[in-house]
């Protein structure tokens, strides 16, 4: 069965600098990737996706993820950090079984900014 | 930009009762889900949905709990008898296909509160 860990219960950066949100993933087969982010009293967002090809992928807000297979990782990153980035992001992977389709979401990472 | 739509946003109700939660998914799509998170636990799937059917569920998808699309918009989730431990934000989330890489969009959640 698949898994997804973010080490990273919470993280505090100050806005400008840079941001990384840890994710390793287990499963089986080529993995389908997603990064969620959750605004208090909003719903998941999709901020980007790895299907296949280029292993960094682009995603809105300015956010970029990389699949290192060799890893098992799908890291997301932010060169400079906005304080309305302040969130919940969760990593998920994605995958067909038993004929459903079901995203499997790690614990997430809480984002704080200082101003 | 469509979006997935949940109410309430907040539901209380006393133990043993029956609710419903209800979720306007995106009207081209096909596909439905609900998802659940325990305060400070992961986002867990709940079950999928496709053509009036259950496509797939987890174990926490016992008989307390039922799916129905009862029109042409509305996708609901029914818990029989509310449990302390059901007391969690439930997500609703609905695709255009099936795909383990097709995207799943998430709505606002609603709270449930058993007392």
């Known amino acids: 069965a698949q898994s997804v860990t973010q080490p990273d219960i919470h993280i505090t950066v100050s806005e400008g600098a840079s941001l990384e949100l840890r994710c390793n993933y287990s499963?089986?087969?080529?993995?389908?990737l997603f990064w969620y982010v959750q605004s208090p009293g909003q719903g998941l967002q999709l901020l980007l996706k790895?299907?296949?090809?280029?292993?960094l992928v682009q995603g809105i807000k300015g956010f970029e993820a990389e699949f290192k297979r060799s890893q098992s990782s799908f890291n997301l990153r932010k060169p400079s950090v906005h304080w309305s980035d302040a969130a919940e992001y969760f990593c998920?992977?994605?995958?067909?079984?038993?004929?459903?389709?079901?995203?499997?979401f790690g614990t997430g990472t809480q984002l704080k900014v200082e101003l | 930009e469509p979006e997935v739509t949940q109410t309430p946003s907040h539901q209380v109700t006393q133990m043993g009762q029956e609710v419903i939660l209800r979720c306007v998914p995106i009207?081209?799509?096909?596909?439905f889900y609900w998802y659940r998170q325990i305060l400070g636990q992961k986002v867990e799937f709940l079950v999928s949905?496709?053509?009036?059917?259950?496509?797939?569920k987890s174990e926490i998808f016992d008989d307390q709990f039922s799916v129905e699309r009862p029109d042409g918009s509305n996708f609901t989730l029914k818990i029989r008898s509310t449990k302390l431990e059901d007391s969690a934000m439930y997500f609703c989330?609905?695709?255009?296909?099936?795909?383990?890489?097709?995207?799943?969009?998430f709505g606002a959640g609603t709270r449930l509160s058993v007392l």
């Open positions: 949905f496709y053509n009036n059917e259950i496509s797939e």
């Open positions: 989330a609905s695709s255009e296909q099936q795909l383990a890489k097709n995207i799943q969009y």
């Open positions: 998920a992977v994605g995958a067909i079984t038993g004929g459903g389709n079901k995203l499997t």
């Open positions: 790895y299907f296949s090809g280029d292993t």
């Open positions: 009207s081209n799509h096909l596909y």
């Open positions: 499963y089986g087969a080529t993995p389908y």
